[in-house]
């Protein structure tokens, strides 16, 4: 169905959730992220192959409460600040973490895609994690005897994904760079997906991804909704904002001071893309 963001996360994102905001360098859920800071979600476990910015302003913001990943940073430049300051000292509130490799999260997800339990990979063998996460299990193949990787899968109460294009079915198409966007949706029980532009047809090119209006719940439109990432074919990744994040993060008091002059006190992404478009020309 057809909602405002608003709408959508006030409907589908519930605290204690777990919550999964997929994109991998493009297409990332900057807005829905926003709006879940905005309307004060606590308690949320958050699940990401890759969490970065818009993860370290929920964290910061006292969203969240566990963070299960792969990987974190922010890209090019170097540490999540609020991320460190929660795990290192449990500000603004603690932060349990469950890491993964890349490849553990994929067969995590693609599990929960297929109503599996658990997914299988060649993996971990000779790594640390299994010593710190005691999701990773090992079983034995009953096959070859072969000893493999078990992770259990995961199965997000709500994945939210950016996508390039929505037809008025609800059929979401998306291209360029993706990641486990596809599979975080299929895993989910509820999935919102801000869009680019709502069209009449979709006009779907070879090898692109396609979610079928069935798996999804919700459609909200939001030009710019993965800014300051990019979408191709839309807008480029804006470079100078990861930069300058890094010295607003650094500091609880200026971050503080940045999510409430561009989240907290905007009413929708709309209002923070004017005053952070602005900032950012005149830095």
């Not at 926003?34 to 929920?58: A, C, F, S, W």
């Not at 509130?93 to 994929?106: F, Y």
């Amino acid at each position: 169905m057809m909602l405002q963001l608003r709408e959508a996360i006030r409907e589908m994102v519930r605290d204690g959730d777990v919550v999964a905001l997929e994109g991998f360098t493009h297409l990332i859920p900057f807005a829905a992220g926003h709006e879940i800071i905005r309307q004060g979600k606590r308690n949320l476990t958050l699940v990401r192959m890759t969490p970065d910015v818009i993860y370290d302003q929920l964290i910061g913001c006292g969203c969240a409460v566990k963070l299960i990943f792969s990987w974190g940073g922010n890209p090019g430049v170097g540490s999540l600040h609020r991320l460190r300051d929660a795990v290192e000292r449990g500000w603004p509130r603690p932060l349990a973490l469950e890491e993964h490799s890349h490849a553990g999260m994929v067969a995590a997800y693609a599990a929960g895609a297929s109503h599996l339990p658990f997914g299988i990979l060649r993996g971990y063998l000779g790594s640390d994690l299994p010593k710190y996460n005691q999701n990773i299990r090992f079983i034995e193949c009953p096959f070859t005897g072969e000893r493999l990787a078990a992770v259990p899968a995961i199965h997000p109460d709500v994945t939210v994904v950016h996508a390039q294009k929505a037809d008025r079915r609800g059929n979401v198409l998306m291209w360029g760079l993706v990641g486990i966007q596809k599979e975080a949706v299929l895993a989910a029980r509820r999935s919102i997906v801000t869009v680019e532009e709502i069209v009449d047809e979709l006009n779907a090119p070879p090898n692109a991804v396609v979610l079928p209006a069935w798996v999804v719940g919700a459609v909200s439109e939001v030009k710019g909704g993965a800014f300051p990432s990019y979408a191709q074919g839309y807008y480029k990744r804006n470079n100078a904002f990861y930069k300058q994040w890094d010295r607003v993060s650094a500091d609880r008091e200026t971050f503080q001071s940045w999510i409430e002059r561009h989240v907290m006190s905007t009413r929708d992404f709309d209002g923070f893309k004017r005053i952070l478009e602005q900032a950012v020309k005149h830095a």
